[in-house]
């Protein structure tokens, strides 16, 4: 959850935003619930497993797109009248996930990267430059947001548990990691 925070504190996510969150795995549904929970209004999720994205609608998603690339750029186009978002949370961290982000980022608008960019580098250039565009992200404090989150979590406001959807003893840790290798978990709880 404190990663997702991060992810939409460092976009300066603000009431009646329109965000769009690229992926759909712990973070990016997080992204989505903090999102949420800072007054975005609409929260375009662009994620392809079914189950993930509707677990991202139960934390706020209004549209979910599944389409990649140049298709997936075009219908978050499409759904904002060709505007894209004001908010891009790239939670994946790969070059595709990033070229997406800059397809869809609206001039004067803001791309947060939180995921674990698996690239040495990326484009800023023209497409950020001209359009106004500021990047931020990176690793998230996230003991710099227990005292603000933890309470909305021990009284139910949210619920950021819901993304764990297997539990495996001490024993269990490499197959709980190859379950969420091979996408047949989202996240795993370990317990003793």
């Not at 949370?89 to 070059?95: E, Q």
């Not at 309470?151 to 548990?161: C, K, Q, S, W, Y």
């Amino acid at each position: 959850m404190g990663t997702g925070h991060h992810a939409a504190t460092t976009a300066g996510v603000r009431r009646g935003d329109t965000v769009t969150v690229i992926g759909d795995g712990a973070v990016g549904l997080l992204s989505v619930l903090a999102a949420r929970r800072l007054g975005a209004d609409r929260i375009i999720l662009m994620g392809r497993h079914g189950s993930r994205t509707s677990l991202g609608q139960e934390f706020g998603a209004t549209d979910v797109v599944a389409e990649r690339g140049e298709q997936g750029i075009e219908q978050v186009r499409d759904l904002t009248a060709g505007q894209g978002t004001r908010v891009v949370i790239d939670a994946v961290g790969f070059m595709s996930a990033y070229e997406q982000a800059i397809g869809v980022v609206r001039a004067g608008g803001v791309i947060s990267r939180v995921g674990l960019p698996q690239y040495e580098q990326a484009p800023l250039g023209v497409p950020t430059w001209f359009h106004n565009v500021t990047i931020t992200g990176g690793i998230a404090p996230t003991r710099a947001y227990i005292d603000e989150l933890l309470p909305e979590v021990l009284d139910g406001t949210i619920e950021p548990g819901k993304v764990f959807d297997r539990t495996v003893g001490l024993d269990g840790i490499p197959d709980g990691y190859r379950a969420m290798a091979q996408r047949e978990a989202l996240k795993v709880l370990v317990t003793p």
